[in-house]
């Protein structure tokens, strides 16, 4: 069955470090693949995209590596803060996409403590 | 200035009963979407409309109606509420074909079925 899972524990870390979470995916062609970001009673907000050809995108602290060998994406946090706080999404849009249809991961929780 | 508007942003309603929720987008964007997050956190997509026209529309009971007047409004209209049907309901919207299917959410309706 097709499935795209992320670590479904909170990811607990100290401000200054490096958060990394993790998105895989089975039985799925991804086009493409993106994450968002999502604050206690609001909706997600998109972060960032990456295309089946990319290995690797940035954006001011953050990087997200998609390897389609391992169906897997890695998202990364540098230099994290406190105000990096939220649940992430992960979501991916298959090759076969129906107009624009994204299939999301179940989210994983990061708490930055100071 | 909002880009994706619902409305209301919370309702509690009896078993049986049938309401609506009402969703916006200033963006210019042809395609608009309904997810429901539940209690997990785990988003899945409801139905999509393009330019007025039902694109997707996952397995929902038919209780679950979508409207489109125009292409910046869908609205979704739920019958005989169940207590099932208590959730985070999401309104989105894109542009699809510009080869990112970014998507804009709205701030959620959170419907409470007692």
């Known amino acids: 069955s097709q499935k795209i899972e992320q670590n479904s524990e909170a990811l607990n870390i100290q401000e200054g470090k490096t958060a990394t979470l993790t998105c895989n995916y089975t039985?799925?062609?991804?086009?493409?693949l993106q994450w968002y970001r999502q604050d206690p009673g609001r909706g997600p907000v998109f972060l960032l995209l990456?295309?089946?050809?990319?290995k690797e995108k940035r954006k001011e602290r953050l990087k997200v590596t998609f390897d389609t060998t391992l169906k897997q994406s890695l998202f990364h946090i540098t230099a994290s803060q406190p105000a990096d706080s939220a649940t992430y999404l992960c979501?991916?849009?298959?090759?076969?996409?129906?107009?624009?249809?994204?299939?999301f991961g179940q989210g994983t929780e990061l708490s930055v403590k100071p | 200035d909002t880009a994706v508007s619902q409305t209301p942003k919370y309702l509690v309603t009896q078993m049986g009963n049938d309401k609506s929720i009402k969703c916006e987008q200033n963006?210019?964007?042809?395609?608009m979407y309904w997810y429901k997050q539940d209690s997990k956190k785990f988003l899945k997509i409801m139905f999509s409309?393009?330019?007025?026209?039902?694109?997707i529309n996952e397995t929902v009971p038919n209780r679950f109606s979508p409207k489109s007047p125009d292409k910046a409004h869908l609205n979704l209209h739920i019958n005989s509420l169940e207590l099932g049907d208590s959730a985070v309901y999401f309104c989105?919207?894109?542009?699809?074909?510009?080869?990112?299917?970014?998507?804009?959410f709205g701030p959620g309706t959170r419907l409470t079925v007692l």
């Open positions: 989105a919207s894109s542009q699809i074909g510009v080869g990112t299917d970014t998507q804009y």
């Open positions: 039985n799925y062609s991804p086009a493409y």
């Open positions: 990456i295309r089946e050809n990319e």
């Open positions: 979501a991916l849009v298959p090759i076969y996409n129906q107009g624009g249809k994204l299939i």
């Open positions: 963006l210019g964007h042809d395609t």
């Open positions: 409309y393009n330019n007025k026209e039902l694109i």
